[in-house]
């Protein structure tokens, strides 16, 4: 895509504070374009960390709260305190799951624009080099990637996963006849 694409590109399509991004960069050489791509990508990859460290408790969570529960159902306890555990297990499960989900819906809010800068520096980066498809565009939104599928499939573990363990603790729940 040549410069003259992508000052067209509507703002919305990189959704960003700085509705000026690409106008700032015009001026800029290749060195300064090539600290400030590598800046970017460091604030990526530390929004891909909060992205895989919430993963990483929610699996971890989860099968120590599974595990528990299917030791308590296999149990045959009956006391309160069981009972209440039947019921608390899976609540606590549904939170977390929940919880998660939206803290990575965040850290996607911040990385989408992140990702788009990235994409649009990359242009402006083999514009200065005049090799088209030196540097790939991988940003956030259709416009600004190269692939655009592999944005929302890339995505899906961190997206479908925290829900499904919600839906699996809301089944558990609905089996215990609440």
């Not at 694409?5 to 690409?22: A, E, G, Q, V, W």
């Not at 989860?62 to 555990?85: M, R």
Request: net charge positive; charged share 15%.
């Amino acid at each position: 895509m040549s410069r003259e694409n992508y000052r067209s590109l509507p703002n919305s399509t990189t959704s960003m504070p700085d509705d000026n991004f690409r106008e700032s960069i015009d001026g800029i050489d290749l060195k300064d374009a090539l600290a400030l791509a590598a800046y970017i990508e460091q604030m990526l990859m530390a929004e891909q960390q909060w992205i895989l460290n919430r993963l990483s408790w929610l699996f971890t969570s989860q099968s120590f709260l599974i595990t528990a529960f299917v030791v308590l159902l296999s149990s045959g306890n009956h006391s309160p305190t069981a009972h209440l555990l039947r019921i608390a297990l899976p609540l606590l499960g549904l939170f977390c799951c929940v919880t998660v989900a939206i803290a990575i819906r965040a850290a996607e809010g911040v990385r989408k624009p992140l990702g788009n800068r990235r994409a649009l520096l990359s242009m402006h980066i083999n514009d200065i080099v005049n090799i088209p498809k030196l540097v790939p565009a991988l940003g956030s939104s259709k416009a600004l990637r190269d692939n655009p599928w592999t944005w929302r499939q890339g995505s899906l573990p961190h997206i479908v996963l925290p829900w499904a363990f919600a839906v699996l603790w809301l089944l558990l729940l609905m089996s215990l006849g609440l």
